[in-house]
Structure formats: structure tokens, C-alpha cells
């Protein structure tokens, strides 16, 4: 099955500094790769997403690039602030039925 | 979120004993997934379904079962609880690929 390997674990950054996650995975076939933050006590909630076709993908803050051929893709948040401290997740789609096979997550704190 | 709802939000249980939890939409979509999320693992698939009486195992299926007799039911049961149980379990629901989850259920097993 799909192999899902997220880095960093855990990631500190400074209010207004950048701050970089990235994915691998291993199925080829994969064409959707969604990113999800979840926020303590609450349900993952998806933020942004890109599909196999485009190489990169901007939404204010956020962005996610895309490398099809190294099999790996990366969410980047801009001008961080201290709402953005929470867990996320890639996952990828894998197969039929529309599933989704995750990451392991980046806790995520930004301090002032 | 809206259109999805999880119960029970919280449950302690015994071990060896039979829990049921309740997912429910009102966006009549076709795809209905369980996931359980463990520190160090992220979200595991446990079942899904792709339809009324449709269903099939994820990678953590072992000691679960679901059933789907309804399009905005999807149930999820444990025959006979055990503490390796204990975790967050998350219900989400999908028309394509965007997923959207509910808001969890706490389920220890003591």
C-alpha cells in the first residue's frame, strides 16, 4: 500500500518567519495530495491541495509545491502567526474509493 | 463540522465489552471512512464505505466492524473492547477526494 513519510515531527518558528513541511510517497500513480490542520480538540480540516497535473499552488499565506518525479511535495506558510500553531497533515490518494493515507503530522508552534 | 456529527463525543468503556459509534451526515455523499489517530501514527483507515450496504477494510480493520444501511449513517463497532482501543476515532465523509471530518470521539477502554 501507499507509504506516507512526513518531516519535521515537531517545527518552532518565530511570528512572521516561514515555515516549510514536507511529504513523500511512495505509489506513482497518486494525483491528489490535500494538506489538513488540525487544531486541539477539533477535526483535521483541509487547507489547501494540488493535483498531479500542477507543480505548485498559492492561497494567501499557504502554498504547495509539487515534485512528481521525486515523488514529494511541500507545504509552505508565509509570515506565520501565532493562530497557525496547530498540527498538520499531507495525506495522498491512493486507489479506489477515494482514500486517503496520511502522514504522521508536524505540530506546529509559533511563538511571539 | 457541518453536515457531519459524531456521537457519542466522549466514551469510557470496559474491556471486553461491545461499543458502537455513530457517524451522521445530512450532504448525501457516497464515500463514509473511519479513521482512528494515535500520537506517533497520524490517522489510520479503519473501514469505509463506498455505499448503502458497501463497505471494506482499511490497514487497522482487526477487532472492528461497520455497517451502513442508510447513506447518512455510518456505524462503527467494537465487538469486544480492548485498551489498544483507546484512541480518537474520526469519521469523515467525501463526494471526490476533498474529505471532510467530524469532530471526534474520544474512546478509552479501561
Known amino acids: 500500500g501507499e507509504n506516507v513519510e512526513q518531516h519535521p515531527s515537531t517545527l518552532s518558528v518565530q511570528e512572521g518567519d516561514s515555515a516549510v513541511i514536507k511529504c513523500t510517497y511512495s505509489d506513482s500513480a497518486s494525483n491528489y495530495f490535500p494538506w489538513y490542520k488540525q487544531e486541539l480538540g477539533k477535526g483535521p480540516q483541509l487547507i489547501i491541495d494540488i493535483r498531479s497535473n500542477v507543480g505548485e499552488k498559492k492561497d494567501q499565506r499557504i502554498a504547495v509545491t509539487l515534485n512528481k518525479t521525486a515523488k514529494h511535495f511541500s507545504l509552505h506558510i508565509t509570515e506565520t502567526q501565532p493562530e497557525d500553531s496547530a498540527v498538520y497533515f499531507c495525506a495522498v490518494l491512493t486507489g479506489t474509493a477515494s482514500k486517503l493515507t496520511f502522514g504522521t503530522g508536524t505540530r506546529l508552534q509559533v511563538t511571539l | 463540522d457541518a453536515g457531519i456529527t459524531q456521537s457519542p463525543r466522549h466514551k469510557v468503556t470496559e474491556t471486553g465489552t461491545p461499543v458502537t459509534l455513530r457517524c451522521h451526515q445530512t450532504?448525501?455523499?457516497?464515500?463514509m471512512y473511519w479513521y482512528r489517530q494515535d500520537p506517533g501514527h497520524g490517522l489510520r483507515l479503519i473501514h469505509y464505505s463506498y455505499g448503502v450496504k458497501d463497505t471494506d477494510k482499511g490497514e487497522v480493520s482487526d477487532g472492528y466492524s461497520v455497517s451502513r444501511s442508510k447513506t447518512e449513517d455510518f456505524l462503527l463497532t467494537l465487538e469486544s473492547a480492548t485498551s489498544s482501543q483507546t484512541s480518537v476515532y474520526f469519521c469523515?465523509?467525501?463526494?471526490?477526494?476533498?474529505?471532510?471530518f467530524g469532530s471526534g470521539t474520544r474512546l478509552t477502554v479501561v
Open positions: 469523515a465523509i467525501s463526494e471526490l477526494d476533498g474529505y471532510t
Open positions: 450532504e448525501n455523499h457516497r464515500y
